[in-house]
């Protein structure tokens, strides 16, 4: 279907890839990784044929349609959330005009030789348009639409009226309802939901036919939808067949074997090079130092490549807080509506929060999970009831609001400087060092980083003051699977108290110990950990 035969790609000094293959084969499920800068995003420009490469050759089967969903999804503005996901098939409704033209035509007397190339038109044209899956076009969009969580009662709304999170939920629907021969998916689960991201899940396995190449963060769902690996990495491109969790093992064996070969061959070479350099001037050797040196030359030296740089959270030991970390008497909180009266968020939540307690808050999209940790760390009033935090309680807040009201003038290392103004500049450095900002990054703007940064900014801030009760609301959007492995096991080993919010099932059935659910404004409990949670709730039927 497709096929990269020997490419290469640089851009100035910077090789991405160095006579590089590999193929998308039909029906294929593949996962895209990779460290940043490797070059994915590359990869899938080449694909849809935006970028060129240097060198090599791509081969795309005829008629094959591509599907490319991006984070950058520019514009949107003068339709409605169901026309913009209908323009991007707009090749698929010209198909439909042009056929109906054909089928007028047709009705007419005409001369035989111009009716045979008509009929032979249209049967083209009719053979692409059910390709296509044009006579379900708009019964596919509104389906879609609503699976990824936008409901029949804001189809017409119009798109420029969705934040920017729900607008990437709109791009996306617009390439599923193509359903193209080739998808190409660049961190669909982003912006989704736990309910959408296993809606999702399901329409690969069960609607789309054609072949899926795509990159996430989302360890559950790369292991969910990915029969094979493609690994972009150290000039070239490598692909294992398995899902997430075995490429991470069988990468690791072959560094190990490759590491043990390294080793063997180094062993091999210092022992010709001290030969050579032991009897290099002695006649009676010469010709055995010759051969030994031509032996050495032809050698195809094996490399190590880096290990890949990953954030180092590592928090702190921190003060003691009392036993009762909040204390929750009937609370609530309601929303003003724009043409009067409110919208309950929730109500009538009583509880205590103990120490040492790891909680996942859950629940739909808009069902009011980041209100609760805003009202727990006082970035927001209740409409009723108290919320009282305990003796000695030091909140840490994370949220995507706080990556927005960072200064955008100000400097990476100011920026910490402002949380921790008696620490040192060495004390400041390293502890962005394990954030991967080090050397000059220190000094980039906040105006100049891209998501993914700004949320190690904030987190380092975070680390840098001694909290035991850490509220996070989507803590691991913008960080590599790695990273968010590592975030994990420091938060697994914090010796406070957390209570979070995250679409990243792995994430929550490693840590959490109770889960509350938000539903139509009521909370439930759960005194049990995410599986358990999903057990009692039947969601586990729907996922495993």
């Known amino acids: 279907m497709i096929h990269l035969s020997n490419i290469t790609k640089q851009y100035g000094s910077q090789v991405l890839f160095r006579e590089a293959s590999f193929q998308i084969l039909p029906g294929t499920r593949s996962g895209l990784v990779g460290p940043n800068g490797a070059g994915k995003t590359s990869l899938f420009r080449i694909i849809t044929g935006e970028e060129e490469v240097d060198a090599g050759e791509i081969t795309v089967g005829k008629n094959t349609t591509i599907g490319y969903f991006s984070q950058n999804i520019g ?81 017409s709304n119009p798109v420029e009226s969705f934040s920017g999170g729900w607008r990437m939920r709109v791009a996306l629907a617009g390439i599923l309802t193509l359903q193209p021969d080739v998808l190409l998916l660049d961190e669909p689960t982003n912006h989704l939901d736990v309910e959408s991201i296993i809606w999702l899940e399901e329409w690969i396995a069960n609607e789309f036919k054609g072949a899926l190449l795509m990159t996430s963060h989302d360890r559950d769902f790369m ?38 070969s390294y080793n063997r061959q180094q062993e091999m070479l210092s022992k010709e090079e001290e030969f050579i350099a032991r009897f290099a ?101 209740p409409t009723a009831g108290t919320v009282a935090l305990g003796a000695n309680v030091e909140v840490g807040y994370f949220s995507q609001h706080a990556m927005e009201i960072l200064d955008p003038k100000k400097t990476i290392f100011e920026t910490l400087q402002d949380v921790i103004p008696l620490a040192t500049i060495g004390v400041i450095r390293n502890l962005l060092g394990s954030f991967l900002f080090q050397g000059d990054d220190v000094d980039k703007r906040i105006e100049n980083l891209s998501g993914g940064e700004k949320s ?60 509350v659910e938000i539903d139509h404004g009521e909370m439930r409990h759960y005194e049990g950990n995410y599986d358990y949670y999903l057990s009692k709730t039947n969601r586990n039927l729907h996922i495993n």
């Open 456 to 515: 190690r900014v904030v987190l380092a801030t975070l680390l840098a003051r001694p909290v035991n009760f850490l509220i996070l609301d989507e803590p691991t959007n913008h960080l590599d699977i790695k990273s968010r492995e590592i975030l994990l096991n420091a938060l697994a080993d914090f010796a406070g108290t957390v209570i979070l919010v995250s679409h990243d099932r792995h994430f929550l059935r490693k840590l959490v110990d109770r889960v």
């Open 75 to 155: 514009d949107m503005k003068g339709r409605t959330a169901l026309e913009e996901v209908m323009a991007v098939s707009a090749d698929t409704v010209r198909l439909a005009g042009e056929l109906k033209e054909m089928e007028a035509r047709m009705s007419e007397p005409l001369p035989d030789d111009e009716m045979e190339s008509l009929l032979a038109r249209y049967g083209s044209a009719l053979e692409e348009f059910e390709h296509r899956g044009g006579y379900d076009l708009d019964s596919r969009a509104q389906e879609v639409l609503t699976g990824l969580g936008i409901g029949p009662d804001r189809f």
């Open 281 to 381: 001037a002695r006649a009676s050797h010469a010709a055995q130092v010759q051969s030994r040196v031509k032996k050495i030359e032809k050698i195809d030296r094996i490399e190590i490549p880096p290990e890949d740089r990953v954030v180092k959270f590592v928090f702190k030991e921190p003060p003691r807080s009392g036993d009762d970390v909040v204390v929750m008497d009937g609370l609530g909180k309601t929303w003003p509506l724009h043409g009067g009266g409110t919208h309950p968020v929730f109500s009538g939540v009583t509880g205590i929060i103990k120490r040492l307690s790891k909680i996942a808050v859950v629940g739909v999209n808009g069902a009011g999970k980041s209100t609760f940790l805003k009202v727990l760390a006082g970035e927001a009033e």
């Open 223 to 260: 292991n969910r939808v990915v029969g094979r690996i493609v690994e972009v990495a150290n000039k070239t491109i490598t692909t294992y067949g398995g899902n997430y969790d075995f490429y991470e093992r069988e990468r690791d064996i072959r560094r190990e074997q490759l590491i043990a």
